[in-house]
């Protein structure tokens, strides 16, 4: 961390609260709005803290669905597309996790930036309840 990041996180630290309100107003929009028939939404218990850094849903048809949410505007990513035990450093390491495959092929990330309007949020809405996949 060099001494120009450091200035910009110290007056972003300042907006972190803010930061999180907004995006766990963003998540309860999804929640609510998002069709759970198309997509395994995140799950979070009652008891728990959730800053919502990322939405990540599930689908079986990742790559389609992500397709065509970036045809239509709706950026995704996806975060860890392999599996830690099948990156290099751990390939000849360890056995087979095939629920961690499966979250791997099927996990995809929602946009919940902070700074997204409330316009941007409804796209997002509206373009993932309209795909048919």
Excluded at 5 to 21: C, T, W
């Amino acid at each position: 961390l060099d001494e120009l990041q450091a200035a910009f996180l110290r007056v972003k630290l300042r907006h972190l609260d803010d930061m999180n309100k907004r995006r766990w107003e963003i998540a309860l929009r999804y929640f609510k709005e998002i069709s759970a028939e198309r997509l395994l939404l995140p799950c979070f218990m009652d008891y728990c803290s959730h800053v919502f850094h990322q939405f990540v849903v599930r689908h079986p048809q990742r790559d389609a669905l992500a397709k065509y949410l970036e045809d239509n505007g709706v950026p995704t990513l996806v975060h860890y597309p392999i599996p830690p035990h099948k990156s290099g450093a751990y390939r000849d390491e360890f056995g087979s996790y095939p629920i961690t495959e499966e979250y791997a092929d099927t996990m995809l990330s929602l946009p919940i930036d902070p700074f997204l309007t409330d316009d941007e949020i409804t796209h997002v809405i509206e373009t993932t309840n309209g795909w048919e996949g």
